[in-house]
């Protein structure tokens, strides 16, 4: 729990992805974050957390995953942006760009 907030409370934009091995939509999610990480670089980090392995982050009360997939987008401790569900890649494009301008 430590280290990943860590990661969160940083400058640089991170983008979470809350997932799970048996989850379909999730299995769809991965490529689009991919072709997003393709496409932005070194503009946002993008980081996956198997909700199965990490109970006590999906339960925590300020995140309130619950459910698979679950994208959250944090800068500076801040959550700026959060969305369930497979989210199309220009979307995502879009969020953080919109957030970096």
Same mark, same amino acid.
């Not at 199965?52 to 800068?75: A, H, I, S």
């Not at 700026?80 to 989210?87: A, D, F, I, K, Y």
């Given at each position: 729990m430590d280290s990943f $907030?860590?990661?969160?409370? *940083?400058?640089?934009?991170?983008?979470?992805?809350?997932?799970? &091995?048996?989850?379909?939509?999730c299995q769809m999610l991965a490529p689009i974050l991919k072709d997003v990480k393709d496409t932005l670089g070194d503009e946002i980090k993008i980081f996956k957390v198997d909700v199965?392995? $990490?109970?006590?982050?999906? *339960?925590?009360?300020?995140?309130?995953?619950?459910?698979?997939? &679950?994208?959250?987008?944090?800068?500076n401790g801040k959550m700026?942006?959060?969305?369930?569900?497979?989210?199309p890649k220009e979307e995502i494009i879009r969020t953080i760009k919109n957030f970096k301008d």
């Open positions: $907030n860590t990661l969160i409370n *940083g400058k640089e934009m991170i983008l979470i992805d809350f997932f799970a &091995t048996w989850c379909g939509p199965d392995k $990490n109970q006590v982050l999906m *339960g925590n009360p300020r995140f309130q995953v619950k459910g698979v997939p &679950t994208l959250m987008l944090f800068q700026l942006w959060r969305q369930s569900g497979v989210v």
